[in-house]
């Protein structure tokens, strides 16, 4: 079969639709087919801490018993990445995981089809759908002995993508089967995530003192739900809040007094707590009034998360992002700083406190990042918003690349473009 280049100019009729039009995506993302080695975005014990939290961890055993168990000595790996195409975990027969690390299909790799090119995991996540590539469809010429076959995980709540599962090997991967049988596995996992949200609902009212989550009764037989509940305040001007697998979207003021509240455990009194939302010389009647309407609110959708009054505390712990990052950079964490982070704290907000918090979590990961991280890590950062027009960034990831990577022309490019 011609190169991605040929094809993508002549012959078309040679080549399927999907493939097509994700070979015109990579080779707008990347240099060349020889160029899309798939970057390690995770070093073990990052990866670890990562898939840990993650709401996938908590379907693994379903994807054990459906997908992993029955492969082993078929020659075929089984592979769960999160929503961007990061392979979380990667199982099956052990002489192809040792040939699939020769490619990087390896756990903690990133397969997305901005990194990779095209590929099943990275494909089907771009379109939404299962899909199934065959040997040299794939971008990157070191794949095209493999097939691959990938369908992505939804959340059963919101309908968003929480991941995907894929079957990698040879041309069994992508049999006429293969599709039903990944696609069914989802399915079931799918349901298991619906009936763990269901019982944590039914758990909240029940639950007691912080820190205790486990719902009455036994769980589930595949999993024991593994959320926690937390707040999204990064790159968002409007927070999400994450209940027992509810997301719930607040008002901008709600999310403030809410993040505030969760980064003081210890509690804060009503001026402290207006201090921080509200300008200067603002009357106390505006806080008190606030969190009436907050713990109204919390009640329908989280009563054991309801503010105590005098001081305003929470009555247990509640995740931040954005405190995610600022903890991952004090250990020195920078690849799962990074990762989380999705942009700068609640963008429109002038609260005060939220002010500082932006430009304190934003200048820590910078400077993390250009100070002691991987050229890797350097590219991601440089795909934020923030750091389009940071020439110095640009300059340090131009530094760390070796003279002969074919990803400096793009850096040299941008930072002419900068400087013109």
């Not at 923030?386 to 760390?400: F, P, Y």
Request: glycine share 8%; with cysteine; charged share 20%.
């Amino acid at each position: 079969m011609p190169s991605p280049q040929r094809q993508a100019g002549h012959g078309r009729d040679q080549v399927r639709a999907l493939v097509r039009d994700s070979w015109q995506r990579s080779l707008e993302a990347l240099p060349s087919p020889e160029g899309a080695s798939p970057p390690v975005v995770w070093e073990s014990r990052e990866l670890e801490d990562f898939r840990r939290n993650h709401p996938l961890a908590a379907i693994m055993p379903v994807i054990q018993h459906l997908l992993v168990a029955p492969s082993h000595d078929t020659g075929l790996l089984v592979a769960v990445g999160d929503e961007h195409g990061r392979l979380l975990w990667v199982e099956g027969d052990s002489a192809a995981r040792r040939n699939g690390e020769r490619i990087n299909f390896a756990q903690g790799a990133d397969w997305s089809e901005l990194a990779a090119g095209t590929s099943a995991p990275g494909t089907a996540l771009v379109l939404g759908r299962g899909v199934q590539i065959r040997g040299e469809e794939h971008f990157n010429p070191a794949v095209h002995s493999w097939s691959c076959t990938a369908v992505p995980l939804h959340d059963p709540d919101s309908g968003g993508i929480l991941g995907i599962v894929d079957i990698t090997g040879g041309i069994d991967a992508v049999g006429a089967n293969t599709l039903s049988l990944v696609q069914a596995t989802v399915a079931a996992a799918e349901a298991q995530l619906r009936i763990q949200r269901l019982e944590l609902r039914a758990a909240e009212p029940r639950r007691g003192t912080a820190g205790r989550t486990a719902a009455a009764g036994a769980p589930p037989s595949f999993a024991k739900p593994l959320y926690r509940d937390s707040l999204q305040i990064l790159g968002r001007d409007q927070g999400v809040l994450h209940l027992a697998g509810q997301a719930l979207t607040l008002s901008e003021r709600h999310t403030e007094i809410l993040a505030m509240l969760a980064l003081h455990p210890a509690g804060l009194t009503a001026e402290e707590l207006s201090d921080m939302v509200y300008p200067v010389g603002t009357s106390l009647t505006s806080i008190r009034a606030e969190m009436v309407r907050l713990r109204k609110l919390l009640r329908r959708h989280g009563p054991s998360l309801v503010p105590e009054s005098r001081p305003y505390r929470l009555p247990r712990t509640l995740v931040v992002d954005a405190g995610q990052v600022l903890s991952y950079l004090d250990r020195g964490a920078h690849r799962l700083a990074l990762n989380i982070y999705k942009g700068a704290v609640l963008p429109r907000s002038e609260a005060p406190a939220v002010e500082e918090l932006r430009t304190r979590t934003g200048l820590l990961l910078r400077e993390a990042i250009l100070g002691d991280a991987s050229p890797d890590v350097v590219l991601a950062y440089l795909q934020l918003p923030e750091a389009a027009d940071d020439a110095e960034a640009w300059h340090c990831a131009l530094r760390l690349l070796p003279p002969r990577s074919p990803r400096r022309a793009a850096l040299v490019a941008h930072l002419e473009s900068l400087e013109a």
